[in-house]
């Protein structure tokens, strides 16, 4: 059983940066693809960014490529997300989300996720 605790949310303007951070526990965290998604008011929940166990392999959606860069720490048993050039449309609760294989087609489905995080807010004023 793994947990999941991310931080790292916050206010930001348009154009700001946050980096989000996932701590897991638990578990072996290296044997875990994670991946991040965000929920906002009204909205379903959607796939944001995936790295593979080793951390070789990432995939983004496509309105947060060249802004967002996810990154893993195995020795920390940590996640990130650096997200840069914030847009007000950003706005969500943003959860973290482990699955105990590699991904490759599925990777954005949101069932395919075994274990998730509580959720960390980020706003984005204009």
């Known amino acids: 059983q793994v947990q999941l605790v991310e931080s790292g949310g916050g206010l930001v303007q348009a154009g700001g940066s946050l980096r989000l951070s996932c701590a897991a526990s638990?578990?072996?965290?290296?044997?875990?693809?994670m991946g991040w998604f965000r929920q906002a008011p009204g909205k379903e929940r959607e796939f944001v960014a995936h790295?593979?166990?080793?951390?070789?392999?990432?995939d983004y959606t496509d309105s947060v490529k060249g802004r967002f860069t996810v990154s893993r720490d195995n020795a920390k048993n940590t996640v990130y997300l650096q997200m840069v050039s914030l847009k007000p449309e950003d706005t969500a609760v943003y959860y973290c989300?482990?699955?105990?294989?590699?991904?490759?087609?599925?990777?954005?489905?949101?069932?395919?996720?075994?274990?998730w995080g509580q959720g960390t807010q980020v706003t984005v004023s204009s």
């Open positions: 638990g578990g072996t965290f290296g044997r875990y693809a």
């Open positions: 989300a482990a699955v105990s294989t590699d991904l490759y087609g599925s990777r954005r489905l949101i069932a395919r996720y075994d274990y």
């Open positions: 790295i593979s166990r080793s951390g070789g392999s990432t």
